[in-house]
C-alpha cells in the first residue's frame, strides 16, 4: 500500500465576499490551490436565526472538506491536520457565530484533528487567533509558512477549481 504524504486542510473562509478556498499545505510550506466557491456562497445564511446560521455553515463546511480530501488522496496525499481560517467576520451576524462554530468542529474532527483561527489583519500579512483546537508544532510551522502564498493563491481565480455545486441544506422546518 502505497504512503500518502501528509498535508494540512486549510479552510480559508474570506467573510468580506462570503466564499471559501480550499487548499492543502505541505508540511514544507508549498500551497496547492483545491477548490474555491463564487462569491456569495455562503451567504445562505444571512437571514436565518442564530441555530439555523450554524447549521447552515457546519454543513456547508463538512462538505468543503470532504471535497478537499476526495482531492487530495488521489495525488498521494492526506489531511494530517484540518485547519479552518476565518478572514475577518461573517456580516450580520453574532460574534458567537464562529466561535460555536470552531467548537462544533474541533469536537467531532478527532481524527485528523480541527484548528481553527480568526485573522482581522487581512491577507497582507495576518496574524493569527486560535479560537479552538489544537495543532502541533510541525503543522502550524507549516501553515504559518504557507500562509503568504495561501492568500496570494486565493487572488488568482484561475489557480482553483472553482466549485459550482449547490449544497442540499434547508432550514429544519422546510420539508420540500
Known amino acids: 500500500m502505497e504512503t500518502k504524504v501528509p498535508v494540512v486542510l486549510v479552510v480559508l473562509v474570506e467573510a468580506a465576499r462570503l466564499r471559501w478556498f480550499v487548499a492543502a499545505v505541505s508540511l514544507d510550506g508549498a500551497v496547492t490551490p483545491l477548490v474555491s466557491s463564487p462569491e456569495g456562497d455562503l451567504a445562505t445564511y444571512q437571514g436565518l436565526d442564530f441555530d439555523e446560521q450554524v447549521s447552515f455553515l457546519r454543513h456547508r463546511f463538512c462538505g468543503v472538506v470532504q471535497r478537499g480530501c476526495d482531492r487530495l488522496w488521489p495525488v498521494g496525499k492526506k489531511a494530517c491536520q484540518f485547519a479552518f481560517l476565518f478572514e475577518g467576520s461573517l456580516p450580520g451576524t453574532s460574534p ?59 487572488a488568482d481565480p484561475g489557480a482553483w477549481e472553482l466549485s459550482n455545486r449547490k449544497g442540499t441544506w434547508r432550514p429544519s422546518g422546510d420539508v420540500r
Open 96 to 154: 458567537e457565530l464562529i466561535q460555536r462554530l470552531a467548537d462544533h468542529f474541533t469536537e467531532w474532527m478527532l481524527n485528523p484533528p480541527a484548528v481553527v483561527f480568526t485573522s482581522e489583519d487581512g491577507p497582507g500579512s495576518p496574524r493569527l487567533s486560535r479560537l479552538a483546537g489544537t495543532i502541533d508544532r510541525p503543522a502550524e510551522d507549516a501553515l504559518q509558512a504557507g500562509l503568504a502564498g495561501l492568500f496570494s493563491t486565493a
